[in-house]
């Protein structure tokens, strides 16, 4: 009766089955994989959401890309890096996981191919399958920090290949596109008639001081591309629904996928009227929510550092930006049964590597957002069982 887009398999895995079981019996535990910043003790002011019953949002004006008054609060908000961006550019959506369906749409045939980075963000596998298309992985190295493997891009590239898909900064790994990767990413771009998608969600969230860092990937000249991001990640407020995209490239190619794009966007005018009607207030208001969030991560990375360097067997691996931190651990057990043991023993509950698809074992994948007493309190813990 079910599609083949959707897992033949979809039956809880063990680490879910042990925190169903956890729940069941009210035991608590720490999660330091909260990515809801919602759940992470931060100040929204209460009327942060007051516009969204203004009574503009009575008036029903549907438009395929979105309302011009968000459209042209968002290009402003890119002035926050010095950029100019044409708001005729920017597409509403109402999650960066709808970017992706759109996009996935506008590029590729069923069966086609897009490139995505490994380890990288788990929800990619489903994003892709649901829209009938192949995600293949390309590898990002560590060596005191991470980089593309450009020879397992070329690898990876097939005739099907419709798209590059970079997270930037990535999840878990939290890295940065650096300028001269992003130019062998162009060329690689035009040289397989590919375009650039470009996960911009956590820009904002710089933890280092590196200046070769390239941000806004879409604004170039050399192959159509486009950048995503969304008040979800911007401004903490997963709940408001409203994600966009930026295309950039050469200005014939935007016109030829806005063109197309617009036919999708107007089957499913998806983004209500409040939250655009909200979103040049929230933008605005939403920069102490972003910066309180950012000042957390980057004291919680400092503990984690310090922490884990306490402890030879490990390894906090660097971070340049995003909520996530990766601390590699020996691998004198499967990653799945330290987790496991570590929530069972310790009730601290992080991410196994592999959920991520790294490339060997073992690795534990944290987030940075738990308030610092919630991490204070775990690291110990952790890292104790990680060890032994
Ligand atoms: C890299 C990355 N892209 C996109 C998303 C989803 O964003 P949204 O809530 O806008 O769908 C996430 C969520 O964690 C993410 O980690």
Redo the contacts with the bound molecule.
């Keep these: 009766m079910l599609s083949r887009r959707l897992p033949p398999d979809r039956l809880p895995n063990r680490l879910t089955q042990a925190i169903n079981l956890l729940r069941r019996e009210h035991q608590p535990f720490i999660d330091l994989t909260e990515?809801n910043p919602t759940r992470a003790g931060f100040t929204y002011p209460t009327d942060l959401l007051n516009d969204f019953s203004h009574v503009e949002a009575l008036q029903y004006d549907p438009k395929p890309f979105g309302l011009a008054c968000a459209r042209e609060a968002i290009a402003r908000d890119y002035g926050r890096r010095g950029i100019t961006v044409d708001p005729s550019r920017i597409v509403l959506t109402?999650?960066?996981?709808?970017?992706?369906s759109w996009l996935f749409k506008l590029l590729c045939n069923a069966g086609d191919h897009v490139l995505a980075p490994r380890p990288?963000?788990p929800?990619f596998d489903y994003l892709t399958k649901l829209e009938a298309v192949h995600a293949k992985p390309y590898d990002l190295d560590y060596d005191r920090r991470w980089t593309i493997n450009m020879a397992s891009l070329e690898k990876a590239v097939t005739p099907q290949t419709r798209a590059l898909v970079v997270?930037s900064p990535?999840?878990p790994t939290g890295s940065f596109i650096t300028r001269e990767e992003h130019l062998q990413l162009m060329k690689f771009c035009k040289s397989h008639d590919l375009v650039l998608i470009a996960?911009e969600?956590?820009v904002d969230y710089p933890l280092d001081e590196r200046k070769e860092r390239a941000t806004d990937l879409a604004l170039q000249e050399t192959a159509l591309a486009c950048s995503?991001g969304?008040?979800?990640?911007s401004i903490g407020l997963?709940q408001a629904k409203l994600?966009w995209m930026l295309l950039g490239g050469p200005p014939s190619l935007c016109a030829t996928a806005l063109d197309a794009l617009e036919l999708i966007a107007d089957s499913y005018l998806s983004v209500s009227t409040s939250v655009q009607i909200a979103t040049p207030n929230l933008l605005t208001r939403g920069a102490l929510i972003r910066q309180e969030i950012h000042s957390r991560i980057q004291g919680n990375l400092k503990t984690l550092y310090h922490e884990v360097s306490q402890q030879p067997s490990c390894q906090a691996l660097v971070v340049e930006g995003?909520?996530?931190a990766v601390i590699r651990v020996p691998a004198t057990q499967r990653e799945e049964d330290l987790v496991l043991d570590l929530l069972q023993r310790e009730h601290v509950l992080v991410y196994p590597g592999y959920f991520f698809d790294f490339s060997n074992e073992a690795y534990l994948v944290i987030s940075l957002l738990p308030p610092p007493e919630v991490l204070n309190d775990a690291l110990p813990r952790l890292l104790t069982v990680a060890s032994s």
Excluded: A, R
């Excluded at 109402?94 to 992706?100: F, L, N, P, R, V």
């Excluded at 969304?230 to 990640?233: D, V």
């Design positions: 990515s109402t999650s960066t996981s709808e970017s992706y990288s963000y929800l997270v990535n999840n996960d969600v956590f995503l969304g008040l979800s990640k997963p994600g995003g909520w996530y």
